[in-house]
């Protein structure tokens, strides 16, 4: 199976902008998260879809938005963008066969964004 | 909150010799453990979930639930375990919509074996 795959893989906006990231997770997986990697926080979990809907929620401002498509394919966006919304975000799926508890988490290669 | 700590950013360590990657975890329910694992130039991935109780390229890790730790051993290093190391717990998050639970990942130790 192809793995997930996220687009694009490198951005440069300014700040006030917003963006929106793309992300593909593998055939027959239902759930996708998102995750902000920087290096003085790490990884911080931001949201999870399942069937569309938002399960679960990070500690972020509501300028970090997500949804999810009928074919699992999922979109992040941030709105008014800020200098420290330059990070690495990655998305990760996982077939969520075993319900609530989380499966192995399968990522992508990540969107690198920088906000000049 | 639930909360995971691995105090040592950086490990180095010759090749044949022990390594030990200390993670400590925070969380007032039963928690379900990882270590994910990034080489250099590859995507993030799982190397092994305590629930599994499986060895993955010779490393382990056992939960201690008294010490709230999981730390991840392997007897004799290879070179080609240089890589970033990640611990991580699954449980419910302050924010939680009442689905499915994230992720909490540790900061990361960086270990490096030397030939």
């Known amino acids: 199976k192809a793995g997930v795959t996220q687009t694009p893989r490198y951005l440069i906006k300014t700040r006030g902008q917003q963006v929106t990231l793309s992300c593909s997770p593998i055939?027959?997986?239902?759930?996708v998260s998102w995750y902000q990697q920087t290096p003085g926080q790490g990884l911080q979990f931001l949201f999870e879809?399942?069937?569309?809907?938002?399960?679960n929620k990070g500690n972020f401002p509501g300028r970090f938005s997500g949804r999810q498509f009928s074919n699992s394919r999922s979109e992040m966006n941030v709105s008014t963008l800020e200098l420290g919304d330059s990070a690495l975000y990655l998305c990760?799926?996982?077939?969520?066969?075993?319900?609530?508890?989380?499966?192995?988490?399968?990522f992508g290669p990540g969107t690198r964004l920088l906000v000049l | 909150a639930q909360r995971v700590t691995q105090p040592e950013k950086l490990l180095s360590v010759f090749k044949g010799a022990p390594v030990e990657l200390k993670c400590n975890y925070s969380y007032s329910g039963s928690p379900e453990l990882f270590w994910y694992v990034q080489y250099s130039r590859q995507r993030l991935q799982l190397l092994l979930r305590?629930?599994s109780r499986e060895s993955i390229k010779g490393f382990t890790a056992d939960l201690n639930k008294g010490e709230t730790s999981f730390h991840l051993k392997k007897p004799f290093a290879q070179e080609e375990d240089s890589a970033m190391y990640y611990c991580?717990?699954?449980?419910?998050?302050?924010?939680?919509?009442?689905?499915?639970?994230?992720?909490?990942f540790g900061k990361g130790t960086h270990l490096i074996i030397q030939p």
């Open positions: 991580a717990l699954s449980g419910r998050l302050v924010y939680s919509g009442g689905g499915a639970d994230g992720l909490t």
């Open positions: 305590h629930i």
């Open positions: 990760a799926s996982s077939p969520n066969r075993e319900g609530r508890r989380q499966e192995t988490q399968y």
């Open positions: 055939s027959g997986h239902r759930s």
């Open positions: 879809y399942f069937s569309e809907t938002q399960r």
